[in-house]
């Protein structure tokens, strides 16, 4: 029998001895937010002051913010960028807090679809301050996460897969299973975990997938788009469309992954994290391609005994991709006193010199997606490049034909979450689970008039 072609293109993190990961960089502080938009204006020495806010990240993603903005206020002396430093688990409710105020920042990362945003009236339409050959360089596949209508409200720093394969070459090994080429389907995968799991040492597992409903909320509509060949809502949106073969068998999945113990019935480890892959309590671990990032910085040893490859179809499901594209995304408020100079930083660190970029893919370990062609290709000339081929996996086999996440609300994806949680774990047939999550989207419906809303293309 041939062999299926994506899994010839499995990679397997080898030879990598010579590899010398980047290191954990000191965090950089973070200042008090809640300066209005604008705040400021004629500060330093005359120049306008643009207020920027941004997530807490990993070390080195926030020394990169650090010294973009240092690099740019060094730049010029026209614009004079403060960059605030907002822990993540505190962001929606200082971002919710300071608009409400009417002191949201001039311009501030935005993760996720900014259709709701952008219905609320929250974002600067780019396309008014940056120039328009910068914004056409943005990739095709990162056009459906900053674009809408034909007009720019966000520029992606970069895309990410957040549903990647990872596996522990020596455990699959001692069990028998091929380590040189992962799982390519859900029944590839069960069957590896039926000969890993007698070999496991008690409290390890097989795999580490996700588990709760929040975290199959957004980890899974690419698995949702594999098993059925659509996400949660008729292309009109004008009724949920979950109730079929495909989304039952995607939950069944998951409930044999608990019901056999391939899986801990108390995460050992955040999906986002990669503690519990790290220190070797579990053969496959579920997660983003930024995992990678944290295995070379805290657990260096495993470089050489890590597998990466796509996340397995189901049967019959064909090259149809099973993982989701993320996104980081800047955003310039509409209520920004200062749009120009905002633009104008924006421009700068993200449209300008691919050297500003090059640094941030490198420090991440190769785990992320430029938004532009010069970028990728600046990126891959980095001598670092031939040492992570798990960017080849990441750029060439999974992000082109991921899909965007979803720009249907929140509470949609959420309902699906919810029904799989509770089929994983026994509280409910795949049935009645999907009619409560039906009930839920529909009230989602009515309630946001998303017929009106629904894309044209």
């Not at 505190?90 to 608009?99: C, F, G, N």
Request: aromatic share 8%; proline share 5%; charged share 25%.
């Amino acid at each position: 029998m041939a062999i299926n072609t994506s899994r010839k293109r499995r990679m397997i993190l080898s030879a990598l001895g010579a590899v010398t990961a980047v290191g954990l960089l000191a965090g950089c502080g973070s200042s008090t937010p809640g300066q209005g938009a604008g705040d400021g204006d004629g500060g330093s020495g005359g120049a306008t002051t643009v207020q920027f806010w941004h997530r807490t990240f990993t070390p080195v993603e926030n020394a990169w913010y650090k010294d973009i903005v240092k690099k740019f206020n060094a730049s010029q002396d026209k614009i004079k960028v403060v960059d605030t430093e907002v822990p993540a688990d505190a962001w929606d409710q200082k971002m919710k807090a300071a608009q409400a105020a009417g002191k949201a920042p001039d311009i501030y990362t935005h993760s996720g679809s900014i259709q709701d945003a952008v219905n609320a009236g929250q974002l600067y339409e780019l396309n008014k301050v940056v120039d328009q050959s910068k914004l056409d360089e943005i990739i095709d596949a990162a056009k459906p996460v900053s674009e809408i209508g034909g007009k720019y409200y966000a520029y992606p720093l970069l895309l990410e897969a957040q549903t990647v394969l990872f596996w522990n070459k020596e455990m699959l090994t001692k069990a028998g299973v091929d380590a040189e080429a992962g799982p390519t389907t859900w029944d590839e995968l069960l069957a590896d975990c039926a000969k890993i799991q007698p070999t496991l040492a008690k409290g390890t597992y097989c795999i580490s997938p996700a588990s709760d409903a929040a975290t199959f909320a957004w980890s899974t509509v690419g698995q949702q788009y594999n098993f059925s060949g659509h996400t949660a809502l008729t292309d009109d949106w004008t009724k949920p469309d979950i109730n079929n073969d495909g989304y039952k068998s995607l939950m069944l999945k998951y409930k044999e992954l608990w019901d056999k113990g391939y899986m801990a019935k108390q995460a050992l480890d955040a999906y986002v994290g990669g503690k519990d892959f790290g220190e070797k309590k579990v053969a496959f671990k579920v997660s983003g391609s930024w995992m990678m990032s944290q295995i070379g910085s805290d657990y260096k040893d495993m470089l050489t005994n890590t597998g990466v490859g796509a996340f397995p179809n189901a049967s019959g499901g064909d090259d149809r991709t099973a993982t989701t594209l993320g996104n980081f995304k800047w955003v310039i408020d509409a209520k920004s006193k200062n749009p120009e100079a905002a633009g104008k930083f924006l421009e700068w660190a993200l449209a300008g010199d691919t050297a500003n970029l090059v640094p941030f893919f490198v420090q991440t370990q190769f785990t992320k997606v430029p938004v532009r062609k010069s970028v990728q290709d600046a990126v891959a000339k980095d001598e670092a490049a031939a040492k992570a081929p798990w960017s080849k996996v990441v750029v060439d086999d999974i992000a082109p034909t991921a899909i965007p996440e979803p720009t249907y609300p929140w509470d949609v994806s959420l309902a699906v979450g919810t029904a799989m949680e509770s089929v994983m774990k026994g509280a409910a047939t795949p049935d009645s689970a999907i009619a409560t999550a039906e009930k839920a989207i529909q009230t989602v419906i009515d309630r946001e008039k998303l017929p009106e809303k629904a894309p044209k293309n």
